[in-house]
């Protein structure tokens, strides 16, 4: 394992793999597993009993809940949540065996991993089918099956998720300003939609007198 010395803290009962990389001020906790060649960033949280599979990227100051289950090759961006006992799962067409009754071993898949954008959050018990893509500051509610892409700063609920709501960078359900206009009450940022997008409105530009 390569880290930042004593800003790193690894619970004895963990295991981390001597090839993973852990960055500064990273936690990871209690029966949590981090496997050779994944990258966790500076700043990160792996809960109890949390999964994190070979070659996974994790960006800076991602939080894992306790059993959030990731596997390769995932990618998080900065700043991702995932709740507890929430699933990244990796293979389009799992079998146990092959169709002449061999066991499968790992030269007889492909993994597909699923992506989180900056600051989303996953739900717990959450499933994120490879190899979607979650957006920016996007939220998964609690129990969904996401199994196609999610738009930046959408809430997704259900099975299969469907969007129902936008949110903010606070997580926040935004507020209708008019007909293509939102606003977050809690940071007070405005956004414009475009059918089944959401975009941060540009900010005001002065003219000089």
């Not at 109890?48 to 998080?76: H, M, S, T, W």
Request: negative net charge; aromatic residues 6%.
């Amino acid at each position: 394992m390569t880290g930042s010395g004593d800003r790193v803290r690894v619970e004895p009962s963990a295991d981390v793999d001597d090839a993973a990389t852990l960055g500064a001020g990273t936690t990871v906790w209690h029966l949590a597993q981090v496997r050779e060649d994944a990258v966790v960033g500076a700043g990160c949280t792996v809960g109890r009993g949390a999964y994190v599979g070979p070659g996974v990227r994790l960006g800076d100051g991602c939080k894992l809940q306790n059993y959030a289950l990731v596997y390769e090759p995932a990618v998080l961006e900065d700043g991702v949540f995932v709740g507890p006992a929430a699933v990244l799962t990796n293979d389009l067409y799992p079998r146990a065996v092959n169709p002449d009754g061999t066991v499968k071993t790992g030269d007889d898949w492909q993994a597909v991993g699923v992506t989180i954008r900056t600051g989303a959050a996953i739900g717990a018990r959450a499933v994120c089918v490879a190899p979607v893509t979650v957006g920016r500051w996007a939220t998964v509610a609690a129990g969904a099956v996401v199994t196609t892409d999610v738009p930046d700063f959408a809430l997704v609920a259900g099975v299969p998720a469907r969007r129902i709501r936008w949110v903010g960078r606070a997580g926040v359900p935004l507020e209708r300003t008019g007909p293509e206009s939102w606003r977050c009450p809690t940071t007070g940022d405005e956004f414009v939609e475009d059918g089944d997008t959401l975009r941060e409105a540009s900010p005001a530009i002065s003219v000089p007198a």
